[in-house]
């Protein structure tokens, strides 16, 4: 579980990251970031009824948040980031999720380091 200091839980968090944040798109994620004057990052997760029941929904959020967890050390600080779920993610399995959540985040220039959870090299 994603510790309670790095959660993005108000709507008023929401919303501030929506309006003056940047954007980055894969074919199933989007990634927005703003700068939060904090020490550490916060995150958010998104997932619109359009993306299907609340089963898909559901495990759409839990993979994007074990995918933020494990590389949460990786992650430069002072950042509210919210990943926004797409249509496509329904069908995706976990490894596919974690090469869009790594590609946004190395776009959005929010890894700390080049090396992933395990050691190995993050594609």
Not at 86 to 104: F, N
Request: charged fraction near 25%; glycine fraction near 8%; charge should be positive.
């Amino acid at each position: 579980m994603l510790p309670k200091k790095h959660r993005l839980v108000k709507s008023v968090d929401f919303r501030r990251v929506n309006k003056e944040g940047e954007s980055w798109a894969e074919r199933a994620i989007v990634l927005r970031k703003v700068p939060n004057g904090l020490p550490y990052s916060r995150f958010g997760f998104s997932v619109s009824h359009h993306i299907g029941k609340a089963v898909t929904r559901n495990r759409a959020k839990r993979l994007m948040r074990e995918v933020v967890r494990l590389h949460c050390d990786l992650i430069s600080p002072g950042w509210d980031v919210v990943f926004i779920a797409r249509k496509g993610i329904a069908g995706l399995d976990y490894w596919a999720v974690e090469r869009a959540i790594t590609q946004l985040l190395r776009s959005a220039g929010l890894f700390r380091s080049q090396t992933g959870a395990a050691g190995g090299q993050v594609e």
